[in-house]
């Protein structure tokens, strides 16, 4: 048996905007295309790892000469693709795909990867920021001051009853990327604008939450693995987020204190168990700050169904 990788790091925009023309900045793409080889290092003898660019034969022969092993690559055109993917390689029926996020099956006999309608709207769902927020507050998880907003009119009101720092969330950002961080009156003033278009893109609506960036003592993630029906922490990482919460890397640190390991596993149990058909990897993001003179524990800021 044996496995074929597929890293597509663009996962949240799959998921999003599944069914949509689909532009996406070569700034992106590049970054994308740049993570592909990741999955190369999990991928032995028997597997197969898809990248869009050809592997450097340098890396390749680094990894060689430190006796790393790892399988072929398929090379295709570009790192994302709409609907299907042709990728001219028959490969045995027990052939296992393993995505980033879950988006596609594999017909093993033909070697056609196909966007699945089913998983990519339970990928949306588990994914959700919106579902998580009404999670948490369910639950009683949430730390922060946090609203959804659905029109207009609600997120005005939000402005005006929010003390700023403030930011919007979209559904489906990802590392950083579809936060609108509103610290003055002006940029709440510009933000007024181009709050339209917003609603057009999200048509679920946007979450507004206090801002604490500037006052995190450390943002940490807990990385899992999820099978019959049981999940197991792999590691807790020290994540690197900069002022303006876009994740730059994570530290892996061996210790991370008992409590940490228990809060977030209680998290992931309780919030998994109505996603039982999922398996594979998934993270919990978090982080600490201070509020009302004491340090509070934010366990859950958002679950990603993928590879972390």
């Given at each position: 048996m ?5 890293l597509n790091?663009?996962f ?5 905007q599944?069914?949509?023309?689909l532009e ?5 793409l ?22 869009s660019e ?17 399988g072929?690559?398929?090379q ?7 609907e ?5 390689k028959?490969f045995?029926k ?5 995505e980033?996020?879950?988006?596609s ?11 699945r309608?089913?998983?990519?709207s ?5 994914n959700s ?27 005005e009101?939000?402005?005006?009853t929010?003390?700023?720092?403030i930011v919007?969330k979209?559904e489906?950002g990802?590392?950083?990327?579809g936060?609108?961080i509103?610290k ?13 278009d917003?609603?057009?893109l999200?048509?679920?609506g ?9 006052k ?5 993630s807990?990385?899992?693995d999820?099978?019959?029906?049981k999940s197991?922490?792999?590691a807790?990482?020290?994540m690197l ?5 876009s994740?730059?890397?994570s530290?892996?640190q061996?210790?991370?204190g008992?409590e940490f ?6 998290i992931?149990k309780d919030?998994t168990?109505n996603s039982?058909?999922y ?8 982080f600490?700050?201070?509020?009302d ?16």
């Open positions: 044996g496995n074929l990788y597929r790091s663009l949240e925009l799959e998921i999003s599944f069914g949509n023309s996406i900045e070569k700034a992106l590049d970054r994308s295309t740049a993570l592909e080889y990741l999955f190369l290092l999990l991928s032995n003898q028997n597997d197969y790892t898809i990248v050809k592997p450097s034969s340098e890396l390749l022969e680094y990894w060689e000469a430190n006796n790393i092993l790892f072929k690559t398929i295709t055109d570009t790192p994302y693709y709409a299907t993917l042709t990728l001219n028959n045995p027990d052939t296992t795909l393993i980033w996020g879950n988006t099956v594999l017909d093993a006999e033909n070697g056609i990867l196909s966007k309608k089913l998983l990519i339970r990928s949306s769902g588990r920021k919106i579902k998580q927020l009404n999670w948490k507050e369910t639950r009683k998880q949430n730390q922060l001051l946090s609203i959804l907003c659905s029109n207009k009119m609600e997120l009101y939000s402005f005006h929010f003390e700023l720092p919007i979209t489906f990802f590392s950083g990327r936060h609108y509103l003055t009156n002006q940029d709440v003033q510009e933000i007024t604008k181009r709050l339209p917003i609603l057009k999200n048509p679920n946007v979450i507004v939450e206090e801002w604490v960036e500037n995190k003592t450390q943002d940490f807990g990385l899992f999820l099978f019959h029906r197991e922490l792999i807790i990482t020290k987020i900069d002022k303006n919460g994740y730059r890397g530290v892996i061996k210790n991370f008992k390991a228990e809060g977030m596993s209680s992931i919030y168990h039982l058909s398996k594979g990897a998934l993270s919990l993001d978090g600490t700050f201070e509020k003179n004491e340090i509070k524990i934010q366990y859950m800021s958002e679950i990603y169904f993928r590879y972390s």
